[in-house]
């Protein structure tokens, strides 16, 4: 039998750590996707950096699925810079109150990802040390990436410059 | 003004209106408003090969207090929007405004949440231009719908001193 290439063999290791918690991987291309459950989540970043050299996060997102069971899905893109194993990590999160627990205690980079993943879809990320929103003004009442945001905006929601300019 | 020279010994009679409509419909200076793609069309329209100098239009005036037309050339956002029209703000009147492209002068293909949709919604545009993104020569057309505009339409009557 042929060695094992180092993703292989990262699969094997993450299967074993995880155990049933690792619910699905989907590896039909270069980079494995890999579906866990939530309350896995800091614990086995905490593993990926620290035990798998996993140092980089390269991105964190949010989709909507739409879909009535784990309608939001956040996804992060992580490469161990010794086995150059690129992963998608990918938790789902229920439509009712989105929450996860923030990775930018274990990595620096996921802050503003993570302000942007709650602009857009409205997760919160618990233990955030600031959770404003990233593009959208303060007070803007929606999230504008959700499935239900119709696409040209919710007219009035934004306010425009007023066309009479101030007597001074 | 040069008019000794080319009128000779004499005089001729003209209204202060006619003459300031004169000077000021070619020396139009733009306030260059770049926010995407067609600025880099209104640079080729300033340039040699279209060259808006001979429109009188030559100089870009970084400083809205010495521009006359604000040439709004992209897509605006909600939050440039409000830049734009203090920049707009403080121009000094009579001022004009032409909106570049498909993008400043309805949203173009940018519909979405983050984008006005045509800058007409907090500017009075005067010259739209479509294309995606225009030429320069519909640039200087819109310049030259400007000049008539201004010779037509203007009267130092309506200049006030508010």
Sequence with gaps: MSEKTAKEQFLDDIKKYLGDDLLEIQDGYEFPNILIRKDRLHETCQWLKHEQHFIYLVDVFGTDRFTSEGRFEVIYNVVCLRTRVRIFLKVRVEEENPSLPTLSDIWRSANWNERETYDMFGITFEGHPDLRRMYMPEDYQYYPLRKEFPLIGVPGSIELPSTTPDKA | ?162
């Design chain 2, 1 to 162: 003004m040069g008019l000794e020279s080319a009128m000779g010994e004499g005089y001729f009679t003209t209204t202060v209106d006619s003459l300031a409509k004169w000077s000021r419909s070619n020396a139009v200076w733009p306030m260059p408003m770049g926010l995407a793609c067609c600025a880099i069309e209104m640079m080729a329209f300033a340039g040699p090969r279209y060259d808006a100098a001979r429109f009188g239009s030559e100089v870009m005036r970084f400083s809205p207090r010495q521009s006359d037309v604000m040439i709004v050339a992209g897509w605006c956002s909600y939050k440039m929007s409000h830049a734009i029209r203090r920049i707009w703000d403080q121009m000094p009147d009579p001022k004009w405004c032409i909106a570049m492209g498909a993008c400043a002068s309805t949203g173009g293909m940018h519909r979405c949440y983050g984008v006005v949709q045509g800058v007409d919604n907090f500017l009075p545009v005067d010259v739209y231009i479509s294309g995606c993104p225009p030429r320069p020569d519909s640039l200087l057309n819109a310049l030259m719908k400007i000049q008539e505009k201004i010779r037509n339409e203007q009267s130092v009557l309506l200049d006030t001193n508010e």
